[in-house]
């Protein structure tokens, strides 16, 4: 099983709300990934978590602050989005930590809309 | 930073043809991974495959890591190849753990 579940699917949400993204795996796996997706383009790093510490954050504004309670949850937390954070959000995980070999398996995504 | 690069952007073909996309990188890398994005947004893992051949029926995959490119190959294309195709490396060793992906290649398959 290589299943990364994300919910919400999606989610339209105003400038001034608070929401979370949640994604869970139950394959073990030690590292946890958010990604960003605009339309037509690749998906983009914004944040590693290995071994349920923070280990790269790629420079995303502070409205988005990811959490990882335990090694088979990742949050992500949106307060104060702008419209031009309207995209696609993917989770991913990989089995030990953040080696640069491990295969990465992604979710659903769950697609926002900012008002 | 490594810089990948996709062909073609687009292609478009009938039902039943042959295709091959092609992804060159700028750098050495670990890890190589090819993943088809269907229209609902999620990212499948194709291949995994820094170097060497690999198939998985009608798809196969080869990386010539010494020439810093790897090519999929797709035969008797199906409605359900259609979607964009990604190519994502990570560079270096270590705990990095940061893919880069490609600009991606959309397919469209016709009946």
């Known amino acids: 099983d290589t299943e990364v579940t994300q919910t919400p699917k999606h989610l339209v949400m105003g400038m001034t709300n608070k929401k979370s993204l949640k994604c869970e795996q139950h394959?073990?796996?030690?590292?946890m990934y958010w990604y960003k997706q605009k339309a037509k383009k690749p998906p983009e790093l914004m944040f590693v978590y290995s071994y349920e510490k923070l280990s790269i954050n790629e420079s995303v504004p502070s409205r988005f602050s990811p959490e990882c309670p335990n090694s088979s949850l990742l949050n992500l937390h949106l307060h104060a989005l702008q419209p031009e954070d309207s995209a696609l959000y993917l989770c991913?995980?990989?089995?030990?930590?953040?080696?640069?070999?491990?295969?990465?398996?992604f979710g659903a995504g769950t697609r926002l809309s900012v008002l | 930073g490594i810089q990948v690069e996709q062909s073609p952007p687009d292609l478009i073909l009938q039902e039943g043809a042959n295709s091959t996309l092609r992804c060159n990188f700028s750098?050495?890398?670990?890890?190589l991974q090819w993943f088809h994005q269907n229209p609902w947004g999620q990212l499948i893992n194709l291949f995994y495959?820094?170097?060497g051949t690999k198939q998985n029926g009608r798809l196969s995959a080869t990386t010539v890591a010494t020439e810093r490119y790897s090519l999929l190959y797709i035969s008797s294309s199906q409605t359900t190849d259609s979607g964009v195709y990604f190519c994502?490396?990570?560079?270096?060793?270590?705990?990095?753990?940061?893919?880069?992906f490609g600009q991606g290649t959309t397919l469209q398959v016709k009946p």
């Open positions: 394959m073990g796996h030690r590292a």
């Open positions: 994502a490396v990570v560079h270096g060793s270590g705990n990095t753990g940061k893919l880069i």
């Open positions: 750098d050495s890398v670990n890890n």
């Open positions: 495959i820094p170097s």
């Open positions: 991913a995980s990989s089995l030990q930590g953040q080696l640069a070999k491990n295969i990465q398996y």
